[in-house]
């Protein structure tokens, strides 16, 4: 009887999560499902280079998507190139949301995109099961704004887009902003403003060495000493508590409890200790680390025949290799092959 019991209980428990050979769980997967982008941000892209890589199939990429989920993956995040140039993304959400964990929960889902094509989708991609998202967003100021994208037009658009998420209820709604000195760095105190009048989240980012040009120093690097110390000029802030050990952003309320921002600062306050997550490129390709100097090739696997057991098996040797920390700013730092677009932010 005791040893009935014993293998009916064994038979529960969920499977082992994925564990890196530092000891860190990983549970968080981005799925970049295209490299094309319609936005040419002047700090991404030098504006020369397409899209680079191939696509998968949705079904390829959901039979992906099922074993990390199997393994222990309990949020996927929809990137690109973006997201939203995808033709059949609200299907692939909707297939994506019938997933359930070995433990039966529903996964967490959340896209990342510059918002351009987020009007006409919110309400669909919110019905598909979407939970939410997160726009990218450099400057509150129109031109300074279209100056950046290089795409007339773009902020209405993605402000329009920004409106029919929030209607939509793809909330919390997170607004992402990399800050580069002496070229966005004066929009902070309006990004403040504007997450108070808008009711989003403004997280704004330290700058990394992922673009496709040589733009990069580390004195261009904004860093959270000196954002939290700009907003506060104006507007007095608190430092909240973090939700989760693995959150990237420090979280700041304002003072009179209107509005809420955050700062991820991967280059002056590292968080490689915590970090969570695990990378599968539009080509289907594993990276371990935004920095990986190599890639594991998990599409290729399946292309030559290899079956579930298999390629599960490769994707738990792939994890026990995850680097430790990245290297930026030291002697020797190498820039990965693929810059920012091209790897899925
Ligand atoms: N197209 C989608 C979007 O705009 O959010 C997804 C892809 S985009 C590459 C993802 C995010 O990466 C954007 O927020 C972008 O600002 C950010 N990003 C691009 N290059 C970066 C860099 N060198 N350092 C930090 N963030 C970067």
């Not at 769980?25 to 982008?37: A, E, K």
């Not at 390829?60 to 995040?77: D, M, N, P, Q, S």
């Not at 809420?260 to 080509?283: H, K």
Request: charged share 25%; hydrophobic share 40%.
């Amino acid at each position: 009887m005791a040893a009935a019991s014993r293998l009916v209980s064994s038979a529960l428990a969920p499977p082992p999560p994925l564990t890196d050979s530092h000891g860190r769980v990983i549970h968080d997967l981005r799925v970049s499902i295209t490299d094309r982008c319609n936005y040419k941000c002047v700090y991404c892209r030098t504006g020369e280079v397409g899209a680079q890589y191939p696509e998968l199939s949705n079904d390829e990429y959901l039979r992906l998507i099922r074993l990390f989920v199997a393994l222990g993956i309990t949020k996927v995040r929809l990137t690109g190139g973006e997201p939203l140039l995808r033709r059949g993304v609200v299907e692939l959400v909707e297939e994506l949301a019938r997933l359930r964990t070995p433990s039966g929960q529903k996964l967490d889902l959340a896209l990342t995109t510059n918002g351009h094509l987020l009007e006409s989708l919110a309400m669909s991609l919110k019905a598909a099961g979407l939970n939410r998202v997160t726009v990218s967003m450099d400057a509150v100021d129109a031109a300074a704004f279209e100056r950046i994208t290089r795409v007339p037009g773009s902020f209405p658009t993605v402000l329009r887009g920004i409106r029919a998420a929030r209607a939509a209820g793809l909330t919390p709604l997170k607004i992402n902003c990399v800050l580069l000195r002496g070229f966005n760095d004066d929009q902070i105190e309006g990004f403040a403003r504007f997450a108070r009048e808008e009711d989003v989240i403004v997280r704004f980012i330290e700058f990394m060495p992922l673009e496709e040009g040589r733009l990069w120093s580390p004195e261009i690097v904004v860093t959270l000493k000196e954002i939290v110390a700009c907003i506060a000029r104006t507007l007095p802030l608190v430092e909240l508590p973090a939700r989760e050990a693995s959150e990237t952003a420090r979280r700041y309320g304002f003072a009179d409890g209107v509005g809420e921002i955050g700062i991820i600062a991967p280059v002056s306050q590292a968080f490689c200790g915590a970090c969570s997550r695990l990378r599968l490129t539009s080509d289907g390709k594993i990276r371990t680390c935004l920095f990986s100097q190599v890639e594991h090739d998990l599409y290729g696997r399946l292309r030559a025949g290899s079956g579930d057991q298999e390629l599960s098996a490769y994707i738990v040797r792939t994890v026990q290799g995850k680097e430790a920390r990245h290297h930026i700013g030291e002697p020797g730092f190498l820039k990965p092959s693929r810059s920012m677009v091209h790897i899925g932010g």
